[in-house]
């Protein structure tokens, strides 16, 4: 195995088809020579962001203590197992988002901090995921992926346009970032070079080159990329039947497949199965390299969300949010079940003495703290050490503390990611506990 065979990425190809692999002991995947220690041997740090609109239950968004015996309010009861190395902050917030006290004006600055045009014009600022995207994403596949799990809204809300409630990422000032809503879409831009229509799987496109990959590795490696490849077509199999069963989110259209030939399913109508299908996405989607910078928008801000799986089925997303009933806690748990999930599939892959989620980090957040429009705080929790870097377990409480600012936060995300800037929104400085 030779430093020539091997290029700085390890990719397999196929015709149409490239798929980048998950870290090996065997091979140099991040650009360090075999069996080399250091830096550049280390797996990379990783960037995701989930969001749900509306905030959380106000009795029940809360935590008590440090460390593994930490203890949580009801909403955030999915993430128990990983207390330890969870981070639940209280008391940051985004003073540009005060002024206009609706979803919209509210969520539309949220990654950024930057002052929203109003009127029904855009303009809002980039937000905290594209600024790392623009200056590192050359090193990977995709500078980053924007997933969604409901569609983009184009009305005005109150003088507001509900663009800024139906988009997190935003590439410049007057551009939301693209949002994929499409599970096989969002596969697409992954494993394919570019979307086309067919009907070969990613995996049979590439077997010929995975059979003379793996003759070529350990045998822990072996082990390892069957165990990826699996995973893969488990995720391709799962999208060729999402919509197929399950509870409908909605209107159901006249056809419960496409009419032309397209190996996807179109836009999933049973809620559990799309977000499920995202979170495995985001996983891979960091797990081959193919991009260190993910967002995934379970819901718009506003949004109009169902969920009849768990007995809620009288009252749309937002309506439901002014309740805090048990029946908001439920829809509560559901999102954060989404984090749980994310959090234990990447902790399931071992890369090198850590774990895809010790390299990581996912932040949850929401554009008020409770459905009863409350913004003077902001709820936050994350997981993940950033490849080290930040301390699990930590309870921090920034209420009594004048200088708040959600962005100061964002600089050390940023920090952690290797891009440093001086300021960002209105912040000056990082956040000394992260």
Known sequence: ??????????????????????????????????????????????????????????????????????????????????????????????AEALKGNIHSSQTGNLLSGAPLSAGGTIRSGTSLDQVIAQRIGRQTKLPSLVLGCEKANPSVHKNYSMLYSSHISWSSPTTPTPLEVYPALAFDQLFKDKAQRGDQSVLDAILADAADFRRDISKLDQQKLDEYLNSVREVEQRISQAGKRGELQGWRPTLTKPNIARPADGYPQDVVEHMRLMSDILVLAFQTDTTRVCTLKLNNDHGTLRFPHLGVDYMIHHLLSHTDSDDWLKVNQFFLEQVAYIARRLDAIQEGERTALDNSMIMLCSSMLNGHHDATQLPVVMLGGAGGQIKGGQNIDYRDKSDRQMCRLYLSMMNKMGVHLDKFGDAAAPMAEI
């Open 1 to 94: 195995m030779t430093h020539q065979k091997l290029s700085r990425r390890t990719i397999l190809r196929g015709i149409g088809v490239s798929m980048a692999l998950p870290w090996m002991e065997s091979l140099p995947v991040w650009g360090g020579e075999l069996q080399k220690k250091g830096p550049a041997s280390e797996a990379p740090t990783r960037l995701a962001i989930l969001f749900s609109g509306c905030g959380y239950h106000r009795n029940e968004w809360w935590a008590k203590g440090q460390g593994a015996s930490m203890e949580l309010g009801k909403v955030l009861h999915p993430l128990n197992d990983f207390r330890d190395r969870l981070t639940f902050i209280r008391g940051l917030y985004n």
